[in-house]
C-alpha cells in the first residue's frame, strides 16, 4: 500500500504552514514558535507562508485547495475555520467539507483598548461616551474575532459603534494610538504590549476570567454586570481533507510535542496564550461547538454578510 509506505517516510521534504494573517499578529507569532518546534520533531523545515486578506478567507482557501498529501496546513483561527461562513455571503471553500482537523493549537483572550485621549477610564464610561453620541465612536477592526468581538459588546451594551475595517491588527493598532480610532479589541499579542508600555489604555478582556498577563484588567461581564459575553481567538492546524489519517496522526503528535514545550508556553504566557493539546476528534468537536457559538454571536448582533 503506497499510503502506507508514504507515511512510514513522511515528511521527506519541507512542509508549508499558511498562515492567513499578516505577519506580526497573533497567528503568525504563535504559528511561527509552533513551526519550529514541530520541524524539530518531524525532522523537516517547515516553512511559513502569509497569505493575508479578507479576514483570513484567501489564506484558508489556499490550503483547501492544495493537494491532501500532508505538505501544506493551515494555521488556522475561529475566523477561518468557524465565523467567516456566516459573515461572508458566498465562501470559496466549504470549512466543514474542505478541511481536515489536525490539532489544536491554543487560544488566546482579546482586550478591549482605547485611544489614551478617550475620555473613558472604564467600560462603563466608554459605553456611556457611545450612548451620548451614538455612531460617533470609531471601532477598528482587521479580523472575524476583532468585529464580532466589539459588534457583541455593541449588541449587550445597546449601543451603536463606528465599525473601521483594516487590512491588519499591526495596522489597526498603529491608528489607535494614532488616534485616528478610538478603540480597538484586538488579541493581546497585539494589545499588552502597548498597553503596559502606556501606549493604549486597556478596559476589559474578553474571556470569562481575568487574566494572568494582565489582572488588573476587568472582564467585559464584571465591567457591565452581565455574564454571557465571552469571545477569544484560539489557533489550530488544518489540513486539506482527504489527507492520510496516518499522516494527520504524525503531525498532531508534533503540535502537542510543541504545546508542551517550556519555551513556547514561556514565550506566550504574557499574551495570556494557553494550551490544551488533544486529538484531531477533540479538534473537530471544538470546532463544531465554536461554529455555533460564533453563528449566534453574528446573528445576535445583526452583522451584515459581506
Request: aromatic fraction near 6%; hydrophobic fraction near 45%; charge should be neutral.
Amino acid at each position: 500500500c503506497i499510503g502506507a509506505a508514504q507515511a512510514q517516510t513522511y515528511p521527506t521534504k519541507p512542509i508549508r504552514a499558511v498562515v492567513p494573517f499578516a505577519a506580526g499578529s497573533a497567528t503568525d507569532q504563535i504559528g511561527r514558535a509552533f513551526a519550529e518546534k514541530m520541524s524539530a520533531t518531524l525532522g523537516q523545515a517547515i516553512v511559513i507562508e502569509n497569505k493575508p486578506g479578507a479576514s483570513g478567507m484567501l489564506g484558508a482557501d489556499t490550503v483547501a485547495k492544495a493537494p491532501a498529501d500532508g505538505y501544506t496546513i493551515l494555521i488556522g483561527t475561529n475566523s477561518t475555520n468557524a465565523a467567516l461562513k456566516f459573515l461572508m455571503k458566498k465562501l470559496p471553500y466549504d470549512q466543514d467539507k474542505d478541511f481536515v482537523p489536525v490539532a489544536y493549537i491554543g487560544s488566546v483572550p482579546l482586550m478591549v483598548a482605547v485611544n489614551n485621549d478617550v475620555p473613558a477610564k472604564t467600560l462603563k464610561d466608554l459605553v456611556a461616551l457611545s450612548k451620548a453620541k451614538p455612531g460617533e465612536t470609531s471601532v477598528a477592526y482587521a479580523s472575524t474575532s476583532q468585529q464580532v468581538s466589539s459588534e457583541m459588546l455593541a449588541n449587550v451594551a445597546d449601543v451603536k459603534f463606528n465599525m473601521v475595517p483594516y487590512k491588519s491588527g499591526p495596522a489597526a493598532m498603529t491608528d489607535l494610538i494614532g488616534g485616528q480610532v478610538m478603540v480597538f479589541t484586538a488579541d493581546f499579542a497585539v494589545t499588552v504590549p502597548q498597553h503596559k508600555a502606556g501606549k493604549i489604555r486597556g478596559l476589559a478582556v474578553t474571556s470569562t476570567k481575568r487574566s494572568a498577563a494582565v489582572p488588573e484588567l476587568p472582564t467585559v461581564n464584571e465591567s457591565l454586570g452581565i455574564k454571557d459575553y465571552e469571545l477569544i481567538a484560539y489557533f489550530a492546524v488544518f489540513a486539506p481533507a482527504g489527507t492520510p489519517p496516518d499522516v494527520i496522526a504524525k503531525l498532531n503528535s508534533a503540535v502537542n510535542a510543541a504545546a508542551a514545550n517550556k519555551d513556547v508556553l514561556d514565550k506566550f504566557a504574557a499574551n495570556g496564550f494557553s494550551v490544551e493539546p488533544g486529538t484531531p476528534d477533540d479538534l473537530a468537536r471544538r470546532n463544531k461547538a465554536e461554529t455555533a457559538k460564533w453563528e449566534k454571536a453574528i446573528r445576535e448582533a445583526k452583522i451584515e454578510q459581506q
